[in-house]
């Protein structure tokens, strides 16, 4: 019974660590172009190791920022603003 239960939390904290935000509704044809949105996040510092699109309609960076600290940060593709982020510390 107790394994059971330590799984059952491993697993409750695996999925909310995975768990990926919805960006937007909109339609494809009003997001800003992949490319567009490489060369904003790599004018504002960012150097990208994955840059790819979400089920949730996110455009996704792992990568580093302009200080050089590992990040995981998924944007709207519509008008490019963060919408969640991990730094690392």
Same mark, same amino acid.
């Given at each position: 019974?107790?394994?059971?239960?330590?799984?059952?939390?491993?697993?409750?904290? &695996?999925? *909310? %660590?995975?768990?990926?935000?919805?960006?937007?509704?909109?339609? @494809?044809? #009003?997001?800003? &172009?992949? *490319? %567009?949105?490489?060369?904003?996040?790599?004018?504002?510092?960012? @150097?990208? #190791?994955?840059?790819?699109?979400?089920?949730?309609?996110?455009?996704?960076?792992?990568?580093?920022? @302009?200080?050089?600290?590992?990040?995981?940060?998924?944007?709207?593709?519509?008008?490019?603003?963060?919408?969640?982020?991990?730094?690392?510390?």
């Amino acid at each position: 019974m107790k394994y059971l239960l330590i799984s059952l939390a491993l697993s409750s904290f &695996a999925g *909310a %660590a995975l768990a990926e935000p919805t960006c937007t509704q909109e339609p @494809k044809d #009003k997001w800003m &172009a992949e *490319a %567009a949105m490489q060369k904003k996040l790599a004018d504002e510092g960012y @150097k990208t #190791k994955v840059f790819k699109t979400t089920k949730g309609n996110c455009y996704e960076l792992y990568g580093w920022n @302009k200080d050089g600290k590992k990040v995981e940060i998924y944007f709207n593709p519509v008008d490019g603003q963060p919408v969640k982020q991990r730094i690392e510390k």
